[in-house]
C-alpha cells in the first residue's frame, strides 16, 4: 500500500550468470592461463619487450636472457647436417651457402694437421693454468665458466684437483666441463696450436678468445640455446662426441624435428647456437677436447 517499503526481487538466474562472469574473468586473468599457452607453445613470452625468455641452466627458474623470435626460414629446409671433406670446401663455397645463413655443417678432416692435434690434453691444461698463480684468480663476466652435470666443479680450479685415476676414467663419475679462455697467457699459448679453419676467409677477424669442452665419456651439455654474438666453429681434437640439434621450439611446425651428427678427431662442426638448440654426448672410450671459436 501507500508509505510501505519496495522489494526488489533479483532472478537466481541473473545471481548465477553474475557469479559465473565473474568466475570465468578470474580464471582467464589468472597467470595460470599464461603458463598454460607457454606450455602449448613450447616457450615462455615476455609480453613486455616481445621476446622469448630462456631460463638459467643451473636452476632452471627465471631469466637467463630474452631472445628475439627466430625467423624459420634458416631451418624450414634442413633435414640433416651436411657434411664435406676439408679439401672440397672452398672459402667461396662456404661462404654462399653455410658461413651465415645457419645451415649447420661438418668438415671433414679440417683440424687434422693442426699441432693442438698432438699436444692439447687434461694435463697440457693444468700445467699451464697452474704455472702462475694469478691465472685462475682472474674473473668476471669475459670468463665463463660451466660446470654443466658435475657438481662438484666450483670454478676453473677444482678442475685441475682432480686425480690422474679421475681423469683417465679408472674410478669416479663421468665428467664434463667448458669454460672461456679469458687468461691472456692460455690464450696466446693456444694460439700457436691452432689457427683459423682454412674455408674460413683470410679477411675475417681472427680468432680472439677461445672455448674449451672437455669432459669424459657420458653426458655433455644439456639441451640449451647460446646467447654469443657470433656463430661458432667447434673442433674435435680428441676423442669422439655426438651432437643432437632442433630447431627453436617457435619453429616447431615449420622446420624438420631433430638432427644428429658424430664428430670425430680432426672434424670441425659449424653451428650457429644462438638458433639451434643443442646438445653433446662424449661416446667413445676417450677423453673429449674441443676447442671452439667465433667467426664474422
Given at each position: 500500500?501507500?508509505?510501505?517499503?519496495?522489494?526488489?526481487?533479483?532472478?537466481?538466474?541473473?545471481?548465477?550468470?553474475?557469479?559465473?562472469?565473474?568466475?570465468?574473468?578470474?580464471?582467464?586473468?589468472?597467470?595460470?592461463?599464461?603458463?598454460?599457452?607457454?606450455?602449448?607453445?613450447?616457450?615462455?613470452?615476455?609480453?613486455?619487450?616481445?621476446?622469448?625468455?630462456?631460463?638459467?641452466?643451473?636452476?632452471?627458474?627465471?631469466?637467463?636472457?630474452?631472445?628475439?623470435?627466430?625467423?624459420?626460414?634458416?631451418?624450414?629446409?634442413?633435414?640433416?647436417?651436411?657434411?664435406?671433406?676439408?679439401?672440397?670446401?672452398?672459402?667461396?663455397?662456404?661462404?654462399?651457402?653455410?658461413?651465415?645463413?645457419s645451415r649447420p655443417l661438418v668438415v671433414r678432416n679440417a683440424s687434422i694437421n693442426w699441432p693442438a692435434m698432438e699436444v692439447?690434453?687434461?694435463?697440457?691444461?693444468?700445467?699451464?693454468?697452474?704455472?702462475?698463480?694469478?691465472?685462475?684468480?682472474?674473473?668476471?663476466?669475459?670468463?665463463?665458466?660451466?660446470?654443466?652435470?658435475?657438481?662438484?666443479?666450483?670454478?676453473?680450479?677444482?678442475?685441475?684437483?682432480?686425480?690422474?685415476?679421475?681423469?683417465?676414467?679408472?674410478?669416479?663419475?663421468?665428467?664434463?666441463?667448458?669454460?672461456?679462455?679469458?687468461?691472456?697467457?692460455?690464450?696466446?699459448?693456444?694460439?700457436?696450436?691452432?689457427?683459423?679453419?682454412?674455408?674460413?676467409?683470410?679477411?675475417?677477424?681472427?680468432?680472439?678468445?677461445?672455448?674449451?669442452?672437455?669432459?669424459?665419456?657420458?653426458?655433455?651439455?644439456?639441451?640449451?640455446?647460446?646467447?654469443?654474438?657470433?656463430?661458432?666453429?667447434?673442433?674435435?681434437?680428441?676423442?669422439?662426441?655426438?651432437?643432437?640439434?632442433?630447431?627453436?621450439?617457435?619453429?616447431?611446425?615449420?622446420?624438420?624435428?631433430?638432427?644428429?651428427?658424430?664428430?670425430?678427431?680432426?672434424?670441425?662442426?659449424?653451428?650457429?647456437?644462438?638458433?639451434?638448440?643443442?646438445?653433446?654426448?662424449?661416446?667413445g672410450s676417450e677423453l673429449s677436447v674441443v676447442i671452439t671459436n667465433e667467426y664474422d
Amino acid at each position: 500500500g501507500e508509505g510501505g517499503s519496495t522489494v526488489r526481487v533479483v532472478r537466481v538466474s541473473a545471481v548465477g550468470w553474475l557469479c559465473l562472469g565473474l568466475a570465468v574473468g578470474t580464471i582467464c586473468g589468472g597467470p595460470w592461463l599464461r603458463d598454460l599457452v607457454d606450455l602449448i607453445y613450447g616457450y615462455r613470452w615476455n609480453h613486455t619487450d616481445r621476446c622469448i625468455m630462456e631460463t638459467p641452466e643451473d636452476t632452471g627458474y627465471g631469466v637467463d636472457f630474452c631472445r628475439t623470435p627466430v625467423d624459420c626460414g634458416v631451418c624450414r629446409d634442413v633435414d640433416r647436417i651436411e657434411e664435406v671433406d676439408v679439401d672440397n670446401l672452398s672459402v667461396e663455397q662456404f661462404e654462399e651457402r653455410y658461413a651465415y645463413t645457419s645451415r649447420p655443417l661438418v668438415v671433414r678432416n679440417a683440424s687434422i694437421n693442426w699441432p693442438a692435434m698432438e699436444v692439447l690434453d687434461y694435463h697440457w691444461f693444468k700445467n699451464i693454468y697452474l704455472s702462475d698463480p694469478e691465472i685462475l684468480e682472474k674473473e668476471g663476466d669475459e670468463c665463463w665458466f660451466n660446470r654443466y652435470k658435475t657438481p662438484e666443479f666450483r670454478n676453473l680450479r677444482s678442475v685441475f684437483r682432480l686425480s690422474d685415476s679421475r681423469v683417465s676414467m679408472q674410478s669416479g663419475r663421468p665428467w664434463y666441463v667448458g669454460w672461456a679462455v679469458c687468461h691472456e697467457k692460455v690464450a696466446e699459448e693456444l694460439h700457436k696450436l691452432y689457427q683459423r679453419p682454412t674455408f674460413i676467409n683470410p679477411e675475417s677477424t681472427p680468432p680472439k678468445k677461445p672455448w674449451i669442452f672437455i669432459g669424459t665419456p657420458g653426458p655433455g651439455a644439456h639441451f640449451h640455446v647460446d646467447n654469443v654474438d657470433l656463430p661458432s666453429w667447434q673442433a674435435q681434437l680428441a676423442g669422439v662426441k655426438t651432437w643432437y640439434l632442433r630447431p627453436p621450439p617457435e619453429c616447431y611446425w615449420s622446420c624438420p624435428g631433430n638432427l644428429q651428427t658424430t664428430l670425430y678427431p680432426g672434424d670441425i662442426i659449424v653451428v650457429n647456437t644462438n638458433v639451434w638448440f643443442h646438445s653433446t654426448k662424449v661416446t667413445g672410450s676417450e677423453l673429449s677436447v674441443v676447442i671452439t671459436n667465433e667467426y664474422d
